[in-house]
């Protein structure tokens, strides 16, 4: 399975951006899918997920600010983020569950400035 993130950037807070996630080497429809980021000097933390079934979940702090979607035809996920914070800003990694396994994309840098 392979996951490659892109999309991220600078933006100015309150600003939106999208990110997406190709995946290759796995049946991405049957697959749950998630976004994590990391922030410097920070673990890394859950951001939002989405089911093989569409079933969506959030992180409070981004709840209402933050969209998953998927395109299971063109194998990619997404995270659109609107009124995004300065402390948003990270490292945001993809990630699919495909055979009771976890795999990880390599991350796509967002900072937002103030």
């Known amino acids: 399975v392979q996951l490659q993130a892109s999309g991220g950037g600078l933006v100015q807070s309150g600003g939106s951006l999208r990110v997406s996630c190709a995946a290759s080497?796995?049946?991405?429809?049957?697959?749950?899918m998630g976004w994590y980021r990391q922030a410097p000097g920070k673990q890394r933390e859950f951001v939002t997920a989405?089911?093989?079934?569409?079933?969506?979940t959030y992180a409070n702090s981004v709840k209402g600010r933050f969209t998953v979607s998927r395109d299971n035809a063109k194998n990619t996920l997404y995270l659109q983020m609107n009124n995004l914070k300065p402390e948003d800003t990270a490292v945001y990694y993809c990630?699919?569950?495909?055979?009771?396994?976890?795999?990880w994309g390599q991350g796509t840098q967002v900072t937002v400035s103030s």
């Open positions: 080497g796995t049946i991405f429809s049957s697959n749950n």
């Open positions: 989405i089911t093989s079934g569409g079933t969506t």
């Open positions: 990630c699919a569950v495909a055979l009771s396994q976890i795999y």
